[in-house]
């Protein structure tokens, strides 16, 4: 606990200072890497005098004073400190120290400030001080006399605060017992601050997608038709906190048999970028599936899911080759031919009665395109012969998940 308390003081200063932790300021705890550090400023400082037992003193500079002093009379004063949790409800509190840099009147005597969890309290003054409830553990500290890093430890105290969404945690600081009002046992603290490590849930990943082969299908967006029997799945993952490894978690399922679902875990940690494999043998033809990704980071916090993405399966190539006429080339290679080099020609090709025709694979040989289909399934192209002679064109019909059919093969004469 005492190396734990020192270190999170050496981070207190430097984040109160607006300077960048080094690795090794951070507490030496068995907790994973990651999560984000905070130093909480108090959103309201006070403090109370028995010289003045019914006032209440607003603290208004980056110093207090415990204890007792004599000027121009006997004053001993406790300090009374709120923290504003809001900001941290939803986290995983992982740790909490309340850190000050401390001024002893006299180093040689032994320490006896306490550091409190007290009631919630408008305005406490010495006669009316808050109920104190748990008394916090230490202070350890570090250093020398002046200038001493000093924490008081507030993990378990400052987690139920959050985790019971309360807005705010009131700590007082005050003197133990008769010290109170010995001037000797008397410190100063400065750069007070509620240093925390927490934890806060990936968010919901993006961008989910399929990869078949080097193309990369939306799913999200809009439904998609595949026929790779074990296609890659991709997405983009955040973390509110900096460089987390995160371990993306695909679930896959049938939306007609949901009892058929598997979960995937990612290939590696990443910080931003999720990849897996859809398992061998685990896509079933002419099923629609559902694909969610979640994201987990360190500590074994869950994101949200991604918006879900869709596709259905199509292994089945269409078994019959297209239709192809044209009035401009009509099919045939005897002369004299028609058209001739130079004079585009219309084709059209249709899908000869299957019934998913997306698209026309076509050429001459030298250059095959893909062309959309009409809505009707079929497509008349035109075509601009080079040369004159016998020609060749071959065709296939490409359903919605990219099977191409067995190929037409269509000979025309093309004119001298």
Known sequence: MRGSLLSVAVVAAALSAGLAVPAQAAPADPLPNGGSYAALKAAKVVHTD????????????????????LDKGFH?????????????????????????????????????????????????????????????AGPSAFGPCAGDFVGWGAEELVREAVNSRKPSITLALRISGAAQLNPADSRSYERLALVVRYNRAPNAPTGLALMTGST????????????????????AMSDPDPNEQLLAKFTLASTTDPAHRAEVDGGFLSTDYAHGYVPANFLRDNETY?????A?????????????????????????????????????DEEPGHGGIGVTGKFTFSPNGVGDI???????GDRMRSTPANADGTLTVEFTPTRAHSQLMRVYAKDRAGNLSPATEYEFYVKR
């Open 50 to 69: 028995l010289a003045e037992p019914l006032r209440t003193f607003p603290v208004t500079e980056d110093k207090v004073r415990v204890g007792s002093w």
């Open 76 to 136: 001993s004063s406790k300090v009374y400190l709120t923290f504003d949790l809001t900001g941290m409800h939803g986290a995983e509190l992982l740790t909490a120290h309340l850190s000050a840099i401390e001024t002893a009147g006299d180093c040689e005597r032994t320490r006896v400030t306490e550091a409190w969890v007290v009631d919630g309290h408008g305005e406490p003054t010495w006669l009316n001080p808050p109920r104190e409830r748990v008394k916090l």
């Open 216 to 235: 990369k299908r939306d799913c999200v967006r809009e439904h998609q038709f595949i026929n790779d029997p074990s296609p890659r799945m991709v997405g």
């Open 290 to 294: 559902e694909l969610t990704l979640r």
């Open 296 to 332: 987990a980071d360190p500590f074994n916090a869950i994101s949200p899911p991604s918006a879900p993405c869709r596709f259905t399966t199509d292994f089945t190539r269409p078994d019959k080759a297209p239709g192809v006429v044209s009035t401009d080339y009509p099919a045939g």
């Open 358 to 364: 997306a698209a026309y694979y076509w050429g001459d």
